[in-house]
Structures are given as C-alpha cells and as structure tokens.
C-alpha cells in the first residue's frame, strides 16, 4: 500500500468565503495541471461564489487513474470487513458533519435544508448498508457433477472503476456509488457534476478522514466533456457508473460499447402518478405535491405526470392547484420556503421553454409557468411551480424529461387507459398507483411498466436497501442501491477444485453411454 498520508488540507479553516479547491490525487489535494479554475455558484443568489475548482483536462484524470491503478492491489488484498470498517466509520463522521454538510447543499445546489439533511442522510443510510457487506459479499457454491470436486463462483473487484455523478443528489447518489465499489475492492476515479463540486469535495474529506488510504479515491472537477471523456476512454478504467441525462448516457455507453467496457447507467424519467376513481383524495394530493415539486422537481423520479380518473377529475385539479398555489418559494436555507431554485440559468430557461412548448401545444396552464424576474428572488434560479391540465399523452410535456417544477395532468377514462397511458413513454424509472382496490393495487404492480412501483405513495422517495434504476431508456438493465449495487462493481469467477487424484472429464465421465466402448 501507498505510504503517501491522505491529507486532509481542504477541510482545514474553510470559512464562508470561496476558496479555491484542488483535486485530490493519490493523496494528495492538487491543482489542475493547466492552473485553471471554474467557480461554483449558488443557484439561489447566481452572485454567490460558493467556491472556484480544478478545471481538470485529461493530464490531471491520467495522474488520477495512475494513483487508483498503484493503489489497486493492495486495496484488493484488504479483506473487505476492513474495507467496510473504513466505510462505517465515514458513515459516523457523516452524521457529524451532517447539519453542516446539508447547509452546504443548500448554498451549492439549492434544495431546501430538510430535503437536504435527507440527501445526507441517504449516504449515512448507504454507508452503513453497505459497511454491513463487507461481511457478506457473498458468492456461492454448487454441487460438481463429478466426485471429489469442489465448484464455487466468488466476487472479485474489477479495478479501477470511473464514477460520474449528478448535481441534484450530490452527496447520496455518489455514496451510492462509491460506497458499493470501495467496499467490494474497487479503486476509483471521481468526476463529481460541475454544478456541485463542493458538496462532492466534503465527502471526499469524510472518506480521508474515516482512514481510506491514498490513491484508492481519486477524486477530479471539470467539464464532462474533457474530464468525463477521459476517464471514459483511459483503458485502465476497467467501469463506469454514471447518473446523467439521456442524452449524456447514452454517449458514454455507446463509447463503452466500443471499448467493451462495463457501463451502468442511471438515466431520465417521465414518472406518474396515477388516482384511481376510488383514491384516497387528500393522500393523493399530499403525494402528487410531494411528488411533483419536492427539489423543485429536479429528481429523475419527480411526479412529472398525473394521470386521473376522469371522475375524480376535477375534484384532484382543484385541491392540486389551491395546494401549489400556496406552496411557499424562496431560498432553501429559511425553513419555511417549501420550494428551492433550480440549479442553474441555463436549466431554468430551458425548463421555461417548456411552458411554452405546453402553450403551444393546447394543455390549460392552471398555475405557475413563470421565472421569478423580482426581488431578492429575482437574482436567483426560480421557477413558479406550474401545473398544466387537459393534457394529452402524446404532447411533449406529458414526453419529455423537463427536470423542473412543472407537471402534466392528464385525464383517462379507466383503470386499463390509465395503465397504458402511465407505460407510455420512452422512460420507465418510477411509476405509483392510487388506490383503495387490493386487485387493482396488485394488477398495477404486475402491469406498470418501471423499475420502480409505488402503490399509495409518490414517485420519489426510494430507500436505499432496495434496488434502484430503471427500464427502457432509463438504464441499461442495472441497478444501484441494494445488494443489487455490487453487481455494478464485481465481476464472478468460477472456481473448480478438483481433490480426486485424477483427471475427470466434466460431461464425458459421468455419463456412462459416452465411455460405452
Ligand atoms: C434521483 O432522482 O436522481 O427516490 C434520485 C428518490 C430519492 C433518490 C432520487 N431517494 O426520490
């Protein structure tokens, strides 16, 4: 293993002026090797510099993949309980560190400080899971067909694997993944979403400070397409585990096609959902505004359509309006606002293109659809929660990821159109059923089309023991979260220990009419 000590540098003396982080390389904290920086700025004030960050190239992610590639095999031949000691114990100075931590995200991304604290808490929940597999990481054994033979299938570590995370969970997805592949003997390559550089730099520091020893996190900021790119393509980089749009995933999974590279993706969503004639009214809407606005609806699994029983419908428009309405906007830090900024310019006038586009198309505004020009709030990222009825399946807001507090009510005229239109789309993350009917309730779980299924809950609010990911072009068929996340970062091998004495041919010996002469 490395001598080098992790150093805990960046940590030291932060104070609430921004201040410029570096890189974190084989254990040490380094500038980009070209000396630029990018600053990150808060989407509730664009004026406030949170903080100015590598602007990395493809020089500082070789150094990197160096650091993790030296790093492996030591960390490989760390039994895993003691890997997972290591995450356990960052689990411990997480919920230290977590009011703090929470307050940064706020500052940083923009989620109000009670989602924020969940996004901590989600790591911690995770870290601890996954500390637990250290002692597991189970294989299995079968029977050999023959006699005085062993057969087993063991998890082994791939390597150095490359994880490229979101801004929107930017503490808890990256411990989705980082957590699962440290403990199963990965080393890694961090490229956190330039939008949130800081709150992945603090969980770089919770992992130094639990003891991981140097090189076996690496961790660098800057542009996806040179950073990304990079670790993308270097071929010591053995996975890649990103959180992105579609758009984005799908370019990396197709370079990873060519260079037979193992890639998970965890994409976008158009999630649902669905009141039933006979649901529960005031639970329904509790859960769509839940759903649908909660992080300003900058979740892949945000409620992003409604679709209601045409008797119900009027009922659900009137109490999901009054609700929105009141729904208190403003900077998340002041815990009486309910709803924070979008991330960023660039994502709010996209997501107003879209209230545009729903104009164009014919859906009924019936609140919202408008960027907050005004005031204090003037000089952030806000959009007004927005709330479009009458609208039909095929229009592109009831198609399309908008990935901002805007959402598409649709009306149907039965359980069978409701389940069609709740499938149809090119995404299938998450999907939820309101509904007092056992049967219908069980028909939903077995016909929605999603990795995901609520029955009587919103979209959003996954917990991280089960598995997490999506259909269709929401993943590539693998999942995270779970005991489901190892599969990402381990590759099988399958073991034969033959203690007879002789040589036993497998399919020949044992079956006497193949020997018969
Ligand atoms: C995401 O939207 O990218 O299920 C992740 C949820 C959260 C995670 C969401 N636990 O809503």
Redesign the pocket.
Known sequence: MSTTTPSLEAAKGRSELPQVYNNYIGGRWVKAKNGETFPSTSPANVNEVVGHFASSGPEDVKAAVDAAAKAFPAWKHTPAPARADIILKAAYILETRKEEIARTMVREMGKVIKEARGDVQ?AIDMAKYMAGEGRRLFGHTCPSEMPDKFAMAIRQPLGVVGLITPW??PV??PSWKMFPALVAGNTVVFKPATDTPLCALMLVEVMIEAGLPAGVLNFVTGAGSKVGNAIVDDPRVRAISV?GSTEVGRKIAGRCGELMKRISCELGGKNAVCVMDDADMDLVIEGAVWGAFGTAGQ???AASRVIVHKSRYKEFLDKFVARTKALKLGNGLDPVNEVGPVINKEQLKSINEYVEIGLKEGAKLMCGGKIVEDGELGKGCFHEPTIFADVKADMRIAQEEIFGPVTAVIPVESFEEMLEVANGTQFGLSLSMYTRDINRAFKAMDELESGIVYINAPT???EIQLPFGGIKQTGNGHREAGITAIEQFTEWKAIYVDYSGKLQKAQIDNHPANSAE
């Open positions: 989600e929107n969970f808890a997805i959180t979740r892949c699994t959003i609010g996954a």
